[in-house]
């Protein structure tokens, strides 16, 4: 964690020791190889690494293609088939950096965002606190994006039955991803792999819970998390497996 803000210095020390990360100052070494830096700006956070000169990832949904029609806002698109016409209610309990979430806020749908890792829920937090800064993004989601950080299994215990889970279980290849290359490294560096068994017990909790349906996206490669889904929607390098539940 580091400031290159005068004015934003006590958050950064703050933040480092609320998430137990170390804190350093602007007369550091270079980011070591391998390690990722929380950096505040004046008007943004980016994440940095070693090849980080004078400019990182800046941490936000700015460059999330929002164009409808053929865009990723179309209701054509397989996210939003998968998620069905008849759903209000979303709870993305494996929501990483927000991507999605974002995405199905924009498209009208009220989802709640649970991201298990703290240093990953502080940057959604914080991507989610930009978008309220800016007319356009503030507008797109309204008040429609919640963020929940801790252990997707005891939030979803706690919660109102959704009409939709969302699960989005990090898949073994980077390059299989369904993420943007760069925030699927970062995952990969900051959140380890849950296990088969973790993933599915989350999968078991979300169908017992939703509403209508649980949506699994993998790899359109990947085998499916759990066989017997009742259809499933392709996308270029992407698929979403859906699960009625009809509770």
């Not at 703050?14 to 990722?36: N, R, T, W």
């Not at 940057?123 to 801790?150: F, M, N, Y």
């Not at 959704?162 to 980077?174: N, S, T």
């Not at 085998?223 to 017997?228: C, K, Q, T």
Request: negative net charge.
């Amino acid at each position: 964690m580091q400031s290159l803000s005068s004015h934003r210095t006590d958050e950064a020390i703050e933040l480092a020791s609320s998430l137990g990360i170390k804190h350093v100052s602007q007369s550091d070494d270079p980011i070591p190889e391998g390690e990722l830096r929380i950096v505040l700006l004046d008007d943004r956070m980016e994440l940095w690494d070693q090849f980080s000169r004078r400019r990182g990832m800046r941490v936000g949904f700015q460059s999330i293609d929002r164009r409808v029609g053929n865009g990723s806002l179309s209701h054509k698109q397989p996210l939003a088939r998968a998620i069905g016409k008849s759903a209000r209610t979303i709870v993305d309990a494996t929501a990483g950096l927000g991507h999605d979430s974002f995405l199905m806020a924009c498209m009208g749908w009220h989802v709640k965002a649970i991201e298990r890792h703290p240093v990953i829920g502080v940057l959604l937090k914080e991507s989610v606190r930009d978008a309220i800064t800016h007319p356009d993004l503030s507008l797109a989601i309204e008040d429609r994006l919640v963020v929940h950080q801790g252990d997707a299994v005891e939030i979803l215990g706690d919660m109102d039955a959704p009409d939709v889970i969302y699960l989005d279980p990090m898949f073994q290849d980077v390059h299989g991803s369904a993420l943007p290359r760069k925030p699927a490294q970062i995952l990969r560096k900051v959140v380890p792999l849950d296990g088969i068994e973790e993933q599915i017990g989350l999968f078991e909790v979300s169908r017992n819970l939703a509403r209508q349906r649980v949506v699994v996206k993998r790899s359109d490669k990947s085998p499916p998390l759990v066989d017997g889904s009742d259809i499933s929607y392709h996308g270029k390098i992407v698929r979403y497996d859906v699960y009625l539940t009809g509770t």
